[in-house]
């Protein structure tokens, strides 16, 4: 069993960058595949990438070649790494984790859960 904390979220400009990290503690979560979900309101809960154990990258298609996941296994963090933010990208961030070597893009196939933190970009 994992616990993930995410921070980094904020208000932003349209054209600005954030870094979103994940704080994760309990299990060895290297063995893990972790994600950044986000919710906007009155929407469903979407994927915005993946990465596997492995290092296997996966990237909804509304934010590649913006985006950038990432983790440190020293540090037991996730980041993920956004630039060129739209008021699209406007919504509540996720880190999620789930054990095993497939990447799944429906929130339903993780099984841990962070709070969540707010990004908001204005135009």
């Known amino acids: 069993q994992v616990q993930l904390v995410e921070s980094g979220g904020g208000s932003v400009q349209r054209g600005g960058s954030l870094r979103l990290s994940c704080a994760v503690s309990?299990?060895?979560?290297?063995?893990?595949?972790m994600g950044w979900f986000r919710q906007a309101p009155g929407k469903e809960r979407e994927v915005v990438a993946l990465?596997?154990?492995?290092?296997?990258?996966w990237y909804a298609d509304s934010v590649k070649g913006r985006s950038a996941i990432s983790k440190d296994n020293a540090k037991n963090t996730l980041y993920l790494q956004m630039n060129s933010l739209k008021p699209e990208d406007t919504a509540l961030y996720y880190c999620?984790?789930?054990?095993?070597?497939?990447?799944?893009?429906?929130?339903?196939?993780?099984?841990?859960w962070g709070q969540g933190t707010q990004v908001t970009v204005s135009s």
């Open positions: 999620a984790a789930n054990p095993g070597i497939i990447l799944r893009t429906d929130p339903a196939g993780f099984a841990y």
């Open positions: 990465i596997s154990p492995y290092g296997t990258t």
């Open positions: 309990g299990d060895t979560y290297s063995s893990y595949c």
